[in-house]
């Protein structure tokens, strides 16, 4: 997996970028801090390992205590992203968005759908429901019959009612076109715009990683 950044969805907004007024969703990265590495001789692979936002430390484990701060910071949440060259970092060197990220520079985003419970098949699927008509009682809107009488079981996977939503998902090639590092009305951290939108509600976390598409 490429390089990326934990992000806070803030909400959406209309800004004019060139002159135009496209609609873009603000993420909120929250000073990413470098915490370790991997390297390529002890564990196979080269990455680096960051913290990002602010935690307690009563919400990790005793066993990730040592990984969950750095000084007097608690982090909110560690992630790991795999790098060619992790000589160029040091561990509490603060990671910027511009060191990877750039205008009009292809992302993707990844994060959780809204949950919308438990839901019927018309809802969750798309189903046409039954006739609308005499002689279908009560059951215009369930999914009708669930299998065959020769197999006389219900088979894996099968489209029925049940729970909809909260699933992870990326979404792909949004272009960055908005970058602001000191922003006036956060205290701290940096904002990214995308143009389109992001899955979650607001406040909710998100992943933006480096698009292997490039830029457009």
């Given at each position: 997996m490429n390089?990326?950044?934990?992000?806070?969805k803030i909400g959406m907004v209309q800004r004019n970028c060139d002159g135009?007024?496209?609609p873009l969703t603000l993420l909120h990265v929250e000073d990413p801090v470098v915490v370790g590495f991997k390297t390529l001789d002890r564990d196979?692979?080269?990455a680096l390992i960051v913290g990002f936002g602010l935690g307690k430390l009563k919400s990790w484990n005793k066993?990730?205590?040592?990984?969950?701060?750095?000084?007097?910071?608690?982090f909110s949440s560690v992630k790991e992203f795999r790098v060619d060259n992790i000589s160029d970092f040091e561990v509490g060197k603060e990671i910027k968005v511009s060191d990877f990220f750039a205008l009009n520079e292809l992302v993707d985003v990844q994060g959780r759908t809204l949950g919308k419970g438990f839901c019927g098949p018309m809802k969750r699927w798309g189903f046409s429901g039954l006739p609308a008509s005499h002689g279908v009682s009560k059951a215009h809107?369930?999914?009708?019959?669930?299998?065959?009488?020769?197999?006389a079981r219900v088979f894996k996977g099968k489209k029925m009612a049940g729970r909809y939503?909260?699933?992870?998902?990326t979404v792909k090639s949004l272009k960055i076109?908005?970058?602001d590092q000191k922003p006036e009305f956060i205290k701290h951290g940096s904002l990214v715009g995308v143009?389109?939108?992001v899955p979650g509600h607001k406040g909710s976390s998100c992943i933006l990683y480096k698009s292997p598409r490039g830029s457009s």
């Open positions: 390089f990326g950044l934990v992000c806070k135009d007024f496209v196979g692979y080269s066993q990730q205590h040592y990984i969950a701060k750095l000084g007097d910071r608690v809107r369930s999914h009708g019959s669930t299998g065959g009488r020769d197999q939503g909260n699933e992870k998902i076109r908005y970058i143009y389109g939108a």
